[in-house]
């Protein structure tokens, strides 16, 4: 019900039709929805990406490759990018990278995938653990430049994903645990059978 | 020309004499290993010690003992240590636990409630409380029993003197000279280095041995260490902890999910993980007494952490990570444990209530 208003208000204050996935979806009862394959990455190294992994998985996705830390080759493959945005010291340690290089990579992801229009899916499924100044800062660099955010309520604490939707008209979809992210993913991602059909 | 004896000298003499004896009939005074109150339950088959794997271990104070649960159907092969950090109380009571009360229906489950069982016989006070030496504990019987309350590290007089730098063998990577006894530091090990490489080293001889499919070494940080309910992952072993984790968070459990990283060397998750096929965990819960700021910390009730709470959170844990390990791993080498109580209980009741 709660996920149904956020999807309402943004499509209320007339975003979401900017990519032509959505528009094709207008009609069928999803409001947003994407192509698959997917390219799920993360940017800043925490779990969440592998959490985004098991998820996708869960919800059955038929096409969708885990990287933890892509490539610009890797984006290309893609339709749709999933970059669930979280630093961790011991992930980006073993990546061997520090957080502004991680920043400065992920922009560059992100500006490529815009540039294929492969639209971003930004996801912060850890919640308030994940909200620290090296987390904040990744989310504050790329979020706004996402095409659709899905959140854990406990990251929302204080508002800040509201305020980057609401200040970017990007659709924000709020849960309270991260496997709520399942049949969000189900409905974004249309089984291709049915996504055939229409467009036969 | 017969020399006359002083006093002196045999009273002396004689006193040698009771040491000597005294050290020959109560090993506990020389060298060996600290005993504890563990009373196993039903779901132990056979008690060996860590010496088994490595003898040289035998008699000195880095032995401790290896409590087997084989399940009546063939299966997978489950580590678990407590006390790897023995002033970390919630993993060696949550392994005392499940020696006196677990059951395995499939696979084997080794347990090691005092992984570094010299570090178990007093708290030198590492985190600042030295007052710290006992826990107690009463049953629902009215029994009051007794667990040490240990230090983070091997005790200072079973191991030759610190080093200025201890170098972590075999990285060469530099720490502070007392992390030589800090158990988390020092695997693989080595068969003939100080005692606390020997445990180590035993402790991945077990590992290899038995084939070990998943390995949790519980450990606890302070109560507002960004550590606290942290599970730490092997890469190999992310995927079943994600998993998990979010398996946890539905019940209302949540936990921060993390990587081992790449240049930390020495500890259990990643030595393990690396050198052998194990799935390899580490699990933090929060404890007051790790908190140097707490006056008098309450280990067992102070209720931001409540020891049956964090005994829950470890246990918890554990069996979403063998749940979700079976769905990942041939069903020959599944792993099925349970208790005869619902884990739930350990949330709301005092941990008395669920030991012998
Ligand atoms: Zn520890």
Known sequence: MRRALYLLVAFGLGVALTLPAFAQEVQTTSIVSFEQPVLITSIGQSAGAMM????AQKAGLSSFVYKQRASLKDVEVAKTLIAVLGASGKGLGAAGVDIDSEIAWGKKLFAHAKELKIPIIAMQIEGEVRRGPMSDRIINALAPQSDYLIVKDSANKDGLFTKISTENKIPITFVKTALDVVPILQEIFPAKEKGDMNNG | MARRKSPLYSLGGWLLLFLLLLGVTFPGLGLGPTSHDVRPGYGVSELRWLSDYLPA????????PVYVMKGKKEGGVFLLLGGTHPDEIAGIMAAI?????????????????????????HNNGHWGHPELQWLEITTSFGERRHFHYGDRLTQPEDQVPDPKEFVQYPSGEKFPGYEARNLN?????????????????AILQLVEKERVDVVMDMHESGISSRMAYMLVCHPRALQIGAMAAMELEQD???????????????????????????????????????????????IIHDPRAPLNHRVYVQLKTIFALL??????????????????????????????????
Do not use: W
């Open chain 2, 323 to 356: 749940e979700n390990y079976n769905l990942v791993s041939p069903p020959e080498r599944a792993i099925r444990v349970s208790f005869p109580f619902p884990l739930e209980k350990l949330d709301t009741e005092e941990l008395g209530a669920f030991l012998r």
């Open chain 2, 97 to 121: 636990l499940a020696v006196e009360r677990g059951n395995v229906s499939q696979g084997t489950v080794f347990v090691i409630p005092h992984a570094n069982n010299s570090a178990s016989r």
């Open chain 1, 52 to 55: 985004a992994m098991v998820l």
């Open chain 2, 57 to 64: 271990l035998k008699g000195t104070p880095g032995d401790t």
């Open chain 2, 185 to 201: 530091r020092n695997y693989p090990g080595k068969p003939d280095g100080t005692l606390t490489q020997q445990v180590c080293f």
């Open chain 2, 252 to 298: 209302g459990i949540s936990i921060k999910l993390e990587t081992a990283r790449k240049e930390f060397h020495g500890l259990s998750y990643r030595e393990l993980g690396d050198r052998t096929g194990v799935y390899a965990f580490l699990m933090e819960t929060p404890n007051p007494g790790q908190e140097p700021n707490i006056d008098h910390p309450d």
